[in-house]
Nanobody, 118 residues
């Protein structure tokens, strides 16, 4: 069983910063893709950023230049540094880990709330 535990969410003013962390435990395959998704009320869940085991990254256009995803493979942890936050970044942020070994393995964290408001 794989568990993903997010932390670091909270309330921040526009222009502020937050750093999210997601720690994985259990039988997680090392060569995985880890990522952050977010879901605002009334909207679909969307990809924010993802990073491969080797460090290749992909970002949503709306966060490019403001957010940075990174990972520590030894600690099985992925991070999301969020700078210049905007009210439209307000959402529940979910950590995701996935890999394919014959079939797709896809896991989600419980989510952490990020609220950007003055």
């Amino acid at each position: 069983q794989v568990q993903l535990v997010e932390s670091g969410g909270g309330l921040v003013q526009p222009g502020g910063s937050l750093n999210l962390s997601c720690a994985a435990s259990g039988s997680i395959f090392s060569a995985n893709v880890m990522g952050w998704y977010r879901q605002a009320p009334g909207k679909q869940r969307e990809l924010v950023a993802q990073i491969s085991f080797g460090g290749n990254t992909n970002y949503a256009d709306s966060v490019k230049g403001r957010f940075t995803i990174s990972r520590d493979n030894a600690k099985k942890t992925v991070y999301l540094q969020m700078n210049s936050l905007k009210p439209e970044d307000t959402a529940t942020y979910y950590c995701n880990a996935r890999w394919v070994i014959g079939t797709l393995y896809n896991y989600w964290g419980q989510g952490t709330q990020v609220t950007v408001s003055s």
